[in-house]
């Protein structure tokens, strides 16, 4: 069974005393780079408490002198899509119609198929396996008008059906990945010990396979709702006006490029578009390591 | 009206600023009429609306109308059947009163069907106010050689960069389609929108090119990629004295909070003293759809957008002229600078000094257009690159996009 | 083995689709640079003659060169930066938990918003050069991204920030995974600390190096939105790449047969690292196999 | 009954032939242990039997039916596998009647059996408990609960007491002895203890590349073994073997180490008739360290006296309950057990009785025992 | 001169005791074998001696100088670890010498002593081989060879032998014993085996739950366990313990097993006068198996004739060496080791023979040696 490698302690077994004046320069480094790493959100959380005109009259980092709160409100139910003046709320509710569902699918879809390829060998399995991973590697923009043809030809184009289908097919990539490269560790006995139960292919899945997955499940999770969340090329062509997912309507903000820049609106929108994704990870994150340790490095 | 409602489904790319408060108002509109407006606006770049008409253009599902523009129209109309406007634009007696150069794109095979919706030059020359009175001038510079001395003027004057233009792609454009346009406007017709060889290699091109670099040398070269937007309130402040712009810039400053006498709108610079006009008009083709409710909405939509009362309403919302040359503009609700924009379009047509914008794909069709702009904003970013050596590789690029 | 209706439905139909719209996805576009298409697919036959337009423009040969040192750089710093992070935090710090979370959550962010972000921070009218200038000290100098020379090294920066993260989660998890006995012999042979990772540490690390390697070098070829958003392809089209030339012509332009025709040029790209990569894993899991 | 018939089973593995022609019969109530060193197919044999693996050729016939397209479960088998394979997600009762829900079996009787089990293997208490909180020898049993509850024709173990520490697996050994005695069940058990093979089978199958070199009962795989192989796998330490020379003599057969040299051993043979054609030629000796022992042994149940030698002692290990010494016969190395107290001086000579009664010979071409 | 001395040694994890105030003295020249039971500290022990670990509390002196704060490379020690711990980026070649490398030796000198290691241990061929490319006693050899180059005060051992198969660790036991005999080093050696303990060792500390229970020579560790711990960790099978009853008769103390039973066994004591004291009270009788034999067996060294008891037999497990019978004396459980070719029946009552020199008695109380 892979082993949760994060969890407790490790590295060298440095003695401590003697690389006192070391640590202290690890603690710097480490902080320092801290900071680095956390600058971009920092800005974007001030910028989102100071009005525009505050930010116009100094720089994009600063600190608020009055606290605009006004800006999420704003981002959230105010500021106009062309006619509809709701903000991004609708758009958030969007994406989770969208996300939550592919995110579900491609994970499940892909669990039970990473679970046939490396439990259950059958012929062929490493070429389709092969094929199947090649999918992380082609391009987006390869593939739109593709989509284009194929949710024309089974009637699906400008629905949210048609883009859930399309994140959950091309989802399998990623999730098939991990979980045969997860599940490639679980022992055969367990398998064959229950075959010899009894049990059948579904059986042995939800039973014992599914209860064993959660490292795997989370990461695959996490990956797929991040990336389905981000996603904007499709979302913004394969939905229509109030559809539209919730990186569209951050677009529209930002890339108006005909208005005066709306700063802090806009910073406001981003945190609270990224909010869903910033807390799975912040919840989820320390799993992720984990699992991605269990799936990736095969 | 029959027993259907009308009913209209667009798709645009205007969802922000005064140009969505703009398409909001024209929809309030139409529902007025009894009418049900279906707008997606496709928010993002230009790239992305089209990517929209085309899935539903292959899906077979094209919108009634959708917003499309210039030779794009004629390129499009090819690969989906498009509504015949004839009859409507006719019961309207349009025709009479629309430029002809700009009928001719919403014509492509002799047939209307598009309709243009409001008109830009996208080289108006924005001269702030305060940026006036800092460098003590007091006329619009008329040549370039006005323009360049006013801005050393304001240079000296204490302004950095007298020059308040962004660095987008159509932003360049814009720098070297005015200053071509200003140096000769029979030269960039012979040019950019008819690519004659000669003209492309000629001595105005070259001089186009070398009044460009001026103009990007006065501007802020930290705006980047940026809008001119960004520039706007510097602009007004009389930090920045010079923005080279179409009129919907009006529109941004008034929503931007800023007032029609922060500063002048004038026709940009022109060697011969006579006004040119660099054409860009917004419009609307007109996809063939089946349904009634939709072909009555289409039927709806076309009367709206001919009507001067809605052209009237929406320039005085965008900042734009309206298509129509008949309309009134010395009433309340238009400013200055439309007045003038307007007069220069007449004066531009009657002096045969209308010509159509490159930057803002009237000119060519988009993959043309963009190697061009590859060409001139590279030069723009990139003060090593000789005018002699942009001149050469713009023959190339129109060369091997043809 | 899998005999029975519903398994075959779960296990094939899934896994097929997958493969199939791989497969056709990739031979329709291959098919599509051969074909005069513009504005929409047209059949027809053009030879190679879309190849040697794309192969000719300034645009793809920029992005190409572009393409050659961001993808180095890319993937060496963000090697560097993940593993010395990675080596940092496997020292038993104080707070690891809350540091690894602060390196991962770059992850989390869409590509628009860390360039939209990022375009502002290194802005210098707005970013950085601008707060330090109204600090005082006023002959700083940050304009990267408004520099043709150096804006590629604004997106190296961003995608440097968002994506050592995952670097430095494999790392991690490598070093964790070393036994400690070997680091414990090396103590008492006398190894200090940087003899000790040097030596014997890092070079276990090699199968995850070749991983993360492969991860970032795909997202470096196929980086699209990050670069779209920061400076799409800016000043001028001095930090064009592939995909954006992909995009661009595909989209943009309305020149679908010249875009496939570079995007096939950007798989047969991929398929040079990635081929190198598949022969390496074959290699060696024959090796393993018989050991 | 044949409980299981297996027939000139063979199974390869693209171009590795891991199983050549096995014939087994084994006996409706017999403890089978399959032994033989590590890769010689003994987890493929089992796994054939099981059903998980399907054999290349041959016929596997279990309580009489040919089996060999019947799926696992359908076999009526059970299987204890070396790392338990418990369910880990599933507390003990769940894993032990996982396979009894599988087959759809009332809610009532798995309780029953369960009960049974349990008792049967004192684990009630831990039945709530998921295997994670479990020690080896805990989870072990519970690994036979899954079997047992079963009840199956035959019973599968591949090294099932291998993980558990060396004091564990005494009382295991015992406590299966013990449950195959009260339940008479049909067993086949794969291991590479020794000692193991010696004390729980009824008969054991060693094997070797592949190939089963013997099966027989222990006692007589240990006093006659087959071949060198054999002769030399079992045992520990193993049986000393050596080259040595038949000769004849006036009281019948002897056997000669050394030969020629001033240090020649003879050793007397009684009962050796098949060796007969051998004499005058070289055969190989092989004699157990158990019968070589200090010079004042008395063997248990011995006729006469011992054949008592001088040696020169090399090296001596005491452990305890007896002292291993690594002497010279012939000038050839050999092992001998003696008492604990006694403590030869390394390099010096000392006197060592042989029970002869128990020396092999083989051929030394066909490495086959000749007696 | 003694290599190791530790005194007052403690180690505390947290709230875990580990190790509780260990004193230990090692001469030059010794074999110290460290034994006991899974987590009793022999590896954190092991650990702070060489400087990997630091101590709680206590001091450790290597060669007479206190090493308390002196890091690994300076104690003059090598180890070799249970898992090996070769680098498997290195060659072999570079294992070995990777530690001269660090500690500046020159290039030839490194030639040199790798050479005479290698030839040592045999593993010239294989010196251009990453340690994948090695089977495990090769693997075994090369961290021997890493240890040995260094020529040190101390070698510490962590249970090297433990991942190699029964073959093979009997045969590594003997060469690392050759070893120590001749270049004299001074070793500790943590293990789990008995028979390694037993045989290796010049002198054996047995642990358990961080303390040290007997620190003496295998055989009196063997003979005389200190305490029940010891007596029932050495040894397999272990010795057999029963309570019993200690009586003054005629000849001297006299102790019964089952006291008052029908099936009461009385065995008369000699030379147990430390037991004096405990006449008329309860005892523990310690009594190793190979002390009870079958009825005819005449112990080597025994002045009179055995004591004979008869006895139920429960069970009996022939391993082919010798015969392992469980059977009951005076209603306690005990196992008999007993020839090969006997064969009691379980449930019968057979004859056994007694060695009760080497009887041990324990206080019941205190669980520690009486006599
Ligand atoms: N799926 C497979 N493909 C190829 N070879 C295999 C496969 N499974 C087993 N083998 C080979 O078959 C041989 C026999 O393996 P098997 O597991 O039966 O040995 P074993 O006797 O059980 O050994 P051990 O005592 O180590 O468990 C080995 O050489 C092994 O490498
Ligand atoms: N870093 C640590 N933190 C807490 N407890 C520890 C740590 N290292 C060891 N221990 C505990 O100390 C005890 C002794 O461990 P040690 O490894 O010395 O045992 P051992 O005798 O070597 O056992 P084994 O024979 O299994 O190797 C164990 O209970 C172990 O759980
Ligand atoms: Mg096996
Ligand atoms: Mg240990």
Redesign the interface.
């Known amino acids: 069974m892979p082993r949760g490698v994060m969890s407790g302690d490790g590295g060298l077994p440095m003695r401590d005393r003697s690389f006192a004046p070391s640590r202290a320069l690890i603690y710097l480094i480490v902080t320092l780079f801290a900071a680095a790493y956390l600058a971009p959100l920092v800005v974007v959380v001030l910028n989102s408490l100071r009005a525009d005109e505050e930010i116009a009259q100094s720089s994009m980092i600063g600190w608020p002198q009055h606290m605009a709160w006004g800006n999420y409100a704003l981002a959230w139910s105010g500021f106009c899509v062309a006619e509809t003046c709701s903000g991004i709320r609708p758009y958030m509710l969007n994406s989770a119609l969208i996300t939550i569902p592919a995110t579900i699918f491609s994970t499940l879809l892909g669990a039970v198929a990473g679970y046939a390829v490396s439990l259950w060998r059958f012929r062929g399995d490493n070429w389709i396996y092969g094929i199947v991973t090649l999918g992380l590697f082609l391009p987006q923009q390869m593939r739109l008008l593709p989509w284009t043809i194929v949710l024309r030809d089974i009637g699906l184009i400008n629905t949210l059906t048609g883009l859930v289908l399309i994140h959950t097919i091309q989802g399998l990539s990623f999730t098939v990945l991990f979980c045969r490269n997860y599940y490639i560790a679980i022992p055969h006995e367990l398998i064959r010990a229950a075959r010899i139960d009894g049990a059948g292919f579904f059986r042995i899945f939800w039973r014992i396979i599914l209860p064993l997955s959660s490292p795997i499940l989370i990461v695959t999770v996490i990956w797929q709702f991040t990336h389905i969340w981000n996603e904007f090329l499709y979302g913004v062509t394969f939905t229509t006006g109030q559809q539209q997912p919730v990186t569209a309507a951050l677009i529209a903000l930002s890339a108006a490029v005909a208005d005066i820049p709306h700063y802090g609106v806009q910073s406001a929108a981003v945190i609270i578009a990224a909010l869903p994704t910033l807390l799975i990870y912040l919840f989820g994150g320390r799993y992720f390591v984990r699992g991605l340790t269990a799936g990736a490095v095969k | 009206q029959g027993a259907v409602k009308p009913r209209l489904t667009a ?1 645009s790319q ?7 408060a703009a ?2 108002a024209l ?1 309030k509109k139409f529902e007025e009429k009894g009418g049900i ?12 609306m ?3 008409l ?8 094209p919108p009634a109308c959708s917003q499309l523009k210039g030779p794009e129209i004629a ?2 109309s ?2 989906a059947p498009t509504v015949d406007l004839d009859a409507v634009v006719a019961a309207a007696g349009y025709e009479k009163v629309v430029a002809p150069d700009l009928a001719k794109l919403h014509k492509p095979a002799g047939k209307w069907i598009a309709l243009p919706l409001q008109i830009y030059s996208t080289n108006m020359l924005f001269l702030s106010k305060r940026g006036m009175d800092k460098a003590k001038a007091d006329k619009p510079p008329v040549t370039w050689a006005d323009f360049n001395e006013l801005a050393e003027k304001m240079k000296s004057a204490g302004m950095a960069y007298p020059i308040a233009n962004g ?3 159509p932003d360049d454009g814009q720098k070297f389609e005015a200053s071509f346009a200003g140096i000769s406007p029979t030269a960039y017709r012979a040019a950019l929108m008819n690519l004659d060889k000669k003209a492309l290699e000629g001595p105005e091109i070259k001089a186009a090119f070398a009044q460009t670099r001026k103009i990007a040398d006065w501007c ?8 001119y ?2 520039n ?2 510097r602009f007004v402040d009389g930090d920045m004295g010079m923005l080279i712009m179409g009129g ?1 810039a009006q ?2 400053l008034k ?2 909070g800023f007032k029609f006498d922060d500063y002048v709108i004038v026709p940009g610079p022109s060697d011969n003293r006579k006004p040119v006009f660099l054409l860009n008009a917004d419009a609307f083709i007109f996809w063939q759809r089946k349904e009634a409710d939709l072909q009555a909405g289409q039927m709806l939509m076309a009367q709206l957008v001919m009507d001067p009362a809605i052209q009237t309403m929406y320039s005085q919302i965008t900042g734009s002229i309206p298509v129509r040359t008949d309309v009134d503009l010395s009433g309340e609700g238009w400013s200055d600078g439309q007045r003038r924009t307007a007069a220069a379009l007449k004066d531009a047509v009657a002096s045969n000094q209308a010509v159509l914008s490159l930057a803002h794909n009237m000119a060519q ?3 043309l257009t ?2 061009m702009i ?1 060409v001139i ?6 003060n090593k690159i000789k005018p002699e050596e942009a001149v050469s ?1 713009l023959a190339d ?1 129109v060369e ?2 043809r | 083995m899998v005999r029975r209706l519903p398994e075959f439905l779960m296990i094939w139909v899934p896994l097929l689709l997958s493969a199939a719209h791989l497969i056709s996805f990739s031979i329709w576009t291959i098919w599509i640079s051969f074909t005069p298409s513009t504005l929409i697919p047209v059949a027809g036959w053009v030879g190679l003659r879309n190849y040697t337009a794309v192969l000719a423009s300034r645009n793809w040969q920029i992005a190409f060169d572009n393409l050659l040192l961001f993808g180095t750089a890319f993937v060496l710093f963000s090697l560097i930066t993940g593993l010395l992070l990675a080596i940092l935090l496997d020292q038993r710090i104080r707070g690891e938990n809350v540091l690894r979370t602060i390196f991962l959550y770059p992850l989390a962010v869409s590509f628009v918003v860390t360039g939209t972000v990022w375009s502002w921070l290194l802005n210098p009218g707005i970013g950085i050069e601008k707060l330090v200038h109204d600090l005082g000290w006023m002959t700083f100098k940050f304009d990267w991204l408004v520099d043709r020379d150096m804006a590629i090294w604004t997106i190296v920066i961003a995608a440097i920030w968002q994506s050592s993260g995952f670097a430095m989660a494999l790392f991690l998890a490598g070093l964790r995974s070393v036994d400690t006995d070997i680091i414990r012999a090396a103590q008492i042979d006398g190894a200090g600390p940087i003899r000790t990772y040097w030596r014997v540490v890092l070079p276990t690390l090699w199968p995850i190096t070749v991983t993360v390697v492969v991860v970032q070098l795909q997202f470096a070829i196929s980086a699209f939105d990050l670069v779209r958003a920061l400076t799409n392809g800016g000043p001028g089209i001095a930090t064009q790449l592939p995909a954006l030339v992909v995009y661009d012509l595909m989209f943009q332009r309305s020149q679908l047969g010249r875009g496939a025709a570079a995007a096939v040029l950007m798989l047969l790209i991929l398929l040079a690292v990635l081929l190198p990569y598949a022969a390496w894993r074959y290699v060696r899991g024959r090796r393993a196999a018989h050991a | 009954m044949a409980a299981l018939s297996i027939r000139a089973l063979s199974k390869r593995y693209a171009n590795l032939e891991v199983l050549k022609g096995i014939d087994l019969d084994i006996e409706s109530g017999e403890f089978t242990v399959l032994v033989g060193p590590s890769g010689c197919g003994k987890s493929t044999l089992l796994n054939i039997v099981a059903g998980l693996d399907r054999a290349t050729d041959g016929t596997i016939e279990i309580g009489g039916r040919v089996v060999n397209d019947v799926p696992p479960k359908d076999r009526d088998i059970a299987m204890v596998f070396q790392s338990y394979a418990l369910y880990p997600s599933m507390t003990v009762r769940q894993n032990i009647t996982f396979g009894m829900e599988c087959r759809g079996v009332a809610k009532a009787e798995q309780e029953k059996a369960l009960a049974n089990v349990a008792k049967l293997l004192q684990i009630e208490p831990l039945l709530a408990r998921k295997p994670s909180q479990l020690s080896g020898g805990q989870r072990q049993r519970v690994a036979m609960g899954r079997a047992l509850v079963r009840d199956p024709l035959l019973f599968l173990f591949d090294e099932p007491l291998s993980n558990l520490d060396a004091k564990l697996r005494v009382e295991m050994r015992m406590e299966i002895k013990r449950l195959h005695q009260r339940i008479g069940a049909t067993i086949i058990y794969v291991t590479h203890d020794q000692i193991e093979a010696m004390t729980m089978a009824t008969r054991i199958a060693v094997m070797h590349r592949g190939v089963v070199q013997q099966f027989a009962d222990p006692d007589t795989v240990y006093r006659y073994p087959a071949n060198l192989f054999v002769a030399r796998f079992m045992g520990s330490p193993p049986m000393n073997t050596m080259s040595a020379r038949l000769e004849a003599d006036a009281g019948g057969p002897v056997v000669v180490i050394g030969a020629g040299r001033p240090d020649e051993v003879r050793l007397p043979l009684q009962g050796y008739e098949a060796a007969a054609s051998y004499v005058g030629r070289e055969v190989v000796l092989g004699i157990r360290p158990e019968c070589i022992a200090e010079g004042d042994r008395v063997f248990s149940g011995a006729a006469g006296p011992p054949v008592i030698v001088t040696a020169p002692v090399e090296l001596v290990e005491p452990t305890g309950a007896e002292t291993i010494v690594l002497l010279r016969l012939g000038g050839e190395p050999a092992q001998a057990r003696i008492s604990p107290d006694i403590r030869p001086t390394p390099g010096a000579t000392t006197s060592f009785a042989l029970d002869i009664r128990r020396i092999c010979l083989f051929d030394p071409e066909t490495e086959r025992l000749i007696a």
Do not use: C
């Open positions: 798709i205007w969802s922000a600023g005064s140009d969505g398409i909001t929809g407006w279906q707008h997606s606006p496709v928010p993002g770049f230009t790239t992305e089209m990517n929209k085309r899935a539903q253009i292959i899906a077979g599902d390129a499009w090819k690969i660095g987008t792609r802020d070269p930290n705006v980047g990629a940026q809008p937007a960004t706007l309130k919907w529109g941004v929503n931007a069709e988009n993959g963009a190697a590859d904003t590279e030069y723009v970013k990139n590789r690029a091997s996009a």
